[in-house]
């Protein structure tokens, strides 16, 4: 059974950071891309960002250069590190891990919030 367990949400001030965790189980985690996905109310989910098996980054331009992901192999997690947060980074942020259309999995997400 395929499980991912985000954590690292919350409340923040403007121009504060969060780091964002999601450990994986169930799945040979180093073959999968792993990324983050986010939901703003009234919003379509959007990728943030995502890391290939390969360790290729791919991020959204509107955190370019502001959000850092990272994978641990040994740890089956991937990070998220978000400095600089502003306002319009509050959503729901989601997991995923994805290898193939049959493989394809989502964390249960975690709410992050900027407000002052």
């Known amino acids: 059974q395929v499980q991912l367990v985000e954590s690292g949400g919350g409340l923040v001030q403007p121009g504060g950071s969060l780091r964002l965790s999601c450990a994986a189980s169930?799945?040979?985690?180093?073959?999968?891309?792993v990324g983050w996905y986010r939901q703003a109310p009234g919003k379509q989910r959007e990728l943030v960002a995502a890391i290939t098996s390969r360790f290729r980054i791919n991020y959204a331009d509107s955190v370019e250069g502001q959000f850092t992901i990272s994978r641990d192999n040994n740890k089956y997690t991937v990070y998220l590190q978000m400095n600089s947060l502003r306002p319009e980074d509050t959503a729901v942020y989601y997991c995923?891990?994805?290898?193939?259309?049959?493989?394809?999995?989502w964390g249960q997400g975690t709410q992050v919030t900027v407000s002052s």
């Open positions: 169930g799945i040979i985690f180093s073959i999968y891309t």
């Open positions: 995923n891990v994805h290898y193939g259309p049959a493989s394809d999995y």
